[in-house]
């Protein structure tokens, strides 16, 4: 997937990669330049995981569509993920909808 110059769709929702599948993930997304749509959606993902993507993915000048709702990922973090995007003036849609939230103490 490192040096994919075709498949433009990734689908992995579902799939429980947790922090370290998201790490490895961010890296290879990281140069990635063909993929425009990637759905991460409920994968118990959390801070380590939500950061590397966020780090790894802004940049990205091919990505239009990112969703990774339903992971455990706090609101703080999402707030950063969409930040991070925010930049990008290809993304079209992010969905970062229904994390467990943790209350702020």
Known sequence: LKVNRSLQSLNLSDNKIGDG???ALAEIFKDNAALSRLQLDGNRIGFHG????AKALAG???LVEFTIANNHASETLMSSLER???KSQNIIMLKISSHRVSPVC
């Open 60 to 62: 990205n000048q091919s």
């Open 50 to 53: 939500v950061n590397a993507l």
């Open 21 to 23: 599948g998201a790490m």
């Open 84 to 86: 991070a995007f925010e």
